[in-house]
Every structure is written in structure tokens, then in C-alpha cells.
């Protein structure tokens, strides 16, 4: 799993899918950034 920032509505989510969807708002591409995890 992947996690990814939705910027227009600002919520963190995890998907697997190579172009995620925002649960919440629907943003795609551009509106995402995906985040690494930083935690061993
Ligand atoms: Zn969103």
C-alpha cells in the first residue's frame, strides 16, 4: 500500500491503484502526492 495526500481536501489515504482516486473528493493526478514512509 501507498499512501497519498489528497491537497484539495487534505486527507491522507492508502491505495494500491497506479492513478489512486481521493475517497473524499475524487482528485486524481496532479491533486495527489504520494507520500514515502519516513518510519522504519
Ligand atoms: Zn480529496
Redesign the pocket.
Known amino acids: 500500500m501507498a499512501k497519498y495526500f489528497?491537497n484539495?481536501?487534505e486527507?491522507e489515504f492508502e491505495s494500491d491503484d497506479e492513478n489512486p482516486v481521493?475517497p473524499?473528493?475524487g482528485?486524481s493526478g496532479d491533486d495527489l502526492v504520494k507520500q514515502e514512509d519516513e518510519a522504519e
Open positions: 489528497c484539495v481536501c486527507v481521493c473524499v473528493c482528485a
